[in-house]
C-alpha cells in the first residue's frame, strides 16, 4: 500500500470527527502504519484504523473538552502516545474503551499528582489481562455482597464466599483450580489484588486474598457517566 492510501485511510477515520478540531488534530499525530505494500499490512492497517476508531471515539466522549491549547501540551501528549501505543496493542475493545476513560480522566483536575502517577496507572492497566480485570470485577461482587461482620477479620470474611468465587472463576472463565493460585499470584503484582496473610493453605494452596486500594482507584478512574467498564 503506497503512503498516499495510507494517509488517505487516516483521512476518511479523521472525518468522522470533524465536529471535534482537537480529536482531528490528534488523530495526525499517530505514527505511519509502515510502508511495506503488501496484504498483510492492509490488514493490519485495517485492525489499527478499527482501534482508533473504538479509541477516539470513547476519547471524544469525555467531560472535559479536548482543546487545541491543550493537546500542545508536553504533559498531555506524552500521556496520549503512551496511551495510545497502549490501545494499538489492545485486542479487547472494551479494554482500549478503558485506555481512552483513563486518558480523559488526566483532564480531571486533581486526578494524578504527576505524570508519573499516570504512566504508574496506565503500566497497571496494560499490563492486566482482559481476563484478569474479568476476575477482579467478580472478586468485588462477593466482596460487595458479603460484608464484613464485628469482629471478623477480612481472611474470614473471604472464606464465606471463596468456594462459590472460585467454582464461578471455573464455570465462566475456564480457570481451574489447580491454576488459581498462579493466576492469584500474578494481580497481587499488579498491586490489585493482596494475598492475605494465612491465605495460603498448608499444601500450598489458594492465595485467598482481597482487593486493594488501587484496584478500586483504578475501577474510579476508568468510569465515566456513573457506569464501570470493569461491572459490564
Not at 503488501?38 to 479536548?66: P, S, Y
Not at 499488579?190 to 482487593?211: A, H, M, R
Request: aromatic share 10%; hydrophobic share 35%; net charge negative.
Amino acid at each position: 500500500m503506497s503512503q498516499d492510501k495510507k494517509l488517505s485511510q487516516i483521512g476518511k477515520l479523521a472525518e468522522q470527527y470533524t465536529s471535534k478540531p482537537a480529536l482531528r488534530s490528534l488523530l495526525q499525530l499517530i505514527p505511519g502504519w509502515g510502508s511495506a505494500d503488501v496484504l498483510l499490512q492492509h490488514r493490519a492497517d485495517e485492525i489499527h484504523a478499527d482501534r482508533l476508531r473504538t479509541f477516539f471515539d470513547v476519547l471524544g466522549e469525555g467531560k472535559h473538552e479536548l482543546t487545541e491549547e491543550l493537546i500542545q501540551s508536553e504533559d498531555f501528549l506524552h500521556c496520549f502516545f503512551m496511551t495510545t501505543r497502549a490501545a494499538l496493542n489492545t485486542r479487547q475493545r472494551e479494554k482500549i474503551k478503558m485506555f481512552a476513560k483513563l486518558l480523559n480522566s488526566s483532564l480531571v483536575p486533581g486526578s494524578f499528582s504527576s505524570t508519573d502517577e499516570y504512566e504508574e496507572y496506565l503500566g497497571i492497566l496494560n499490563d492486566l489481562s482482559y481476563r484478569e480485570l474479568i476476575i477482579l470485577s467478580m472478586l468485588e461482587s462477593y466482596e460487595s455482597r458479603f460484608v464484613k461482620s464485628a469482629g471478623q477479620n477480612e481472611l474470614q470474611r473471604a472464606y464465606m464466599f471463596w468456594e462459590l468465587f472460585t467454582d464461578e472463576l471455573e464455570k465462566n472463565i475456564g480457570i481451574h483450580k489447580d491454576e488459581l493460585i498462579g493466576a492469584l499470584t500474578r494481580l497481587a503484582r499488579t498491586g490489585c489484588y493482596e494475598i492475605l496473610i494465612g491465605g495460603y493453605t498448608d499444601t500450598g494452596g489458594e492465595g485467598v486474598g482481597k482487593l486493594t486500594h488501587t484496584y478500586f482507584r483504578l475501577k474510579k478512574l476508568i468510569e465515566t457517566k456513573g457506569s464501570s467498564e470493569l461491572n459490564q
